[in-house]
């Protein structure tokens, strides 16, 4: 089974703080995405990442950045955290050049600005 | 704008009976539907995946249907259990190298026992 696995279930940081949150999955995907989830909202896509150094803009990339330095590791970095920043963080990842595959999730960090 | 609905927030029914989810698209004309479920504070995990083409998808007690006349999709449970109460959400996708996933919302179900 794949495995995505986010560093972190709960994090709480100031506003202001730098931070960053990691993602990394053992199967070999060439695709990662990250996803902040919001009551009411859905998911909504920030970055992904369809190859090592590869990145695309989603829906809300405004003060996010991420980098894929290894092609199992993607990190979502927060320049400046603020409080509408506070979310559910979901890394995904997905095989292939389609489009279709389906997206494993890892748990999800709940990120908390105050 | 392309848009996806899924248009009960929540749903409660009885154990045994079949659940009956919705997810309905406009303006656009996705080629692939794919269902998650989500439970409390853990990632979606990938159910089921249709094509345009298909008209129907089964997986055990789940089934699927792709009306692209209606722009609907239709997710059923059948004989469900407390087990399967748990948030569902419906995505689609394109495929074609293009990597735009639009999730819907959610739907919460809830199966009483």
């Known amino acids: 089974d794949v495995k995505v696995t986010q560093s972190s279930r709960y994090l709480v940081k100031r506003t202001g703080e730098k931070v960053f949150l990691e993602c990394v999955q053992d199967m070999d995907h060439e695709n990662m995405f990250w996803y902040r989830q919001d009551p009411g909202l859905g998911l909504r896509l920030i970055y992904f990442s369809y190859d090592v150094k590869m990145k695309e803009k989603g829906d809300i990339p405004e003060g996010y950045s991420v980098s894929r330095e290894k092609k199992e590791r993607f990190s979502l970095i927060l320049e400046s955290a603020s409080t509408n920043q506070t979310s559910m963080y979901l890394c995904a990842s997905s095989s292939g050049a389609e489009g279709y595959s389906p997206l494993h999730f890892g748990n999800g960090t709940r990120l908390t600005v105050t | 704008s392309q848009k996806i609905e899924q248009n009960s927030e929540a749903l409660n029914i009885q154990e045994g009976k079949t659940a009956t989810l919705t997810c309905n698209y406009t303006?656009?004309?996705?080629?692939?539907l794919q269902w998650y479920r989500q439970d409390p504070g853990r990632g979606p995990v990938f159910l089921l995946l249709i094509r345009e083409n298909e008209k129907e998808k089964r997986k055990e007690r789940l089934k699927v249907t792709f009306d692209t006349t209606l722009k609907q999709s239709l997710f059923h449970i059948t004989a469900s259990q407390p087990a399967d109460s748990a948030t569902y959400l419906c995505a689609h996708s394109w495929g074609g190298g293009t990597y735009k996933y639009i999730f819907g919302t959610g739907t919460r179900l809830k199966v009483l026992a």
């Open positions: 303006n656009y004309s996705p080629a692939y």
